[in-house]
């Protein structure tokens, strides 16, 4: 039977609507949801900017820890069409790129054609963008990026879907441990944790240069 895009975000929205947006045990998963709903509060940690332009309207597919590819994972899915212009959510150093993937598809075989860039920042944090379109990385290896700089096209390669960016933070313990984990965000409605079937916009400049 042929896979119908359409159809599978639909079966997702329905799933993460009964299921609560997540089946996962890991111990960020009761944190993070405390934050998201404001019974935790948080004035301490970066606040980074939505990865698309200004004005720019999106929906968060899957969340944190959400029931489907995101189990187990403090990642972010926001939907897009391809050829989206991709922007640095903060300062830092681009640390590795893939663009050479030309595949994607709903199956775990397209994985290596998955095209994306990482970038380190000051605090050792770690940023990642995926699912990037061929060719679609406008930076290059050592490349110092500022936040709101356009770094990126998004796409649909690798293990994927349907079009949209995978976005995901690591820390590390400084043991050489890494470690996902939730983010805010400055939205057109203050600094929130995202949840997912919701739409954020960015209401921040971005700079369209790279």
């Excluded at 329905?14 to 998963?29: K, R």
């Excluded at 968060?60 to 922007?87: C, E, P, W």
């Excluded at 030309?102 to 380190?120: E, L, T």
């Excluded at 356009?150 to 050489?176: A, C, E, M, Q, R």
Aim: proline share 3%; charged share 20%; aromatic share 12%.
């Amino acid at each position: 039977m042929k896979y119908n895009p359409v159809l599978y975000i639909a079966a997702v929205l329905f799933a993460l609507a009964v299921s609560g947006c997540s089946v996962s045990n890991n111990p960020q998963h009761r944190e993070i949801k405390l934050l998201q709903k404001g019974k935790l509060t948080d004035d301490t940690s970066f606040v980074y900017h939505l990865p698309y332009g200004e004005n720019s309207n999106h929906l968060v597919v899957q969340g944190y820890f959400s029931m489907y590819t995101h189990k187990h994972r403090a990642a972010l899915d926001f939907k897009m069409k391809k050829g989206t212009k991709i922007f640095a959510a903060r300062d830092g150093i681009v640390l590795r790129l893939k663009e050479d993937g030309d595949k994607g598809g709903a199956d775990a075989k397209f994985r290596p054609y998955g095209n994306y860039v990482v970038i380190q920042h000051a605090d050792s944090a770690r940023t990642g963008y995926w699912h990037l379109q061929y060719n679609g990385v406008l930076v290059n290896v050592g490349d110092t990026v500022k936040q709101g700089q356009v770094i990126g096209l998004s796409g649909k390669t690798g293990y994927t879907y349907f079009p949209h960016l995978h976005f995901i933070v690591w820390k590390t313990d400084g043991n050489g441990k890494w470690t996902q984990i939730g983010t805010r965000f400055q939205t057109n409605k203050g600094i929130r944790y995202l949840r997912p079937l919701r739409f954020y916009r960015n209401s921040l400049p971005t700079k369209q240069i790279h």
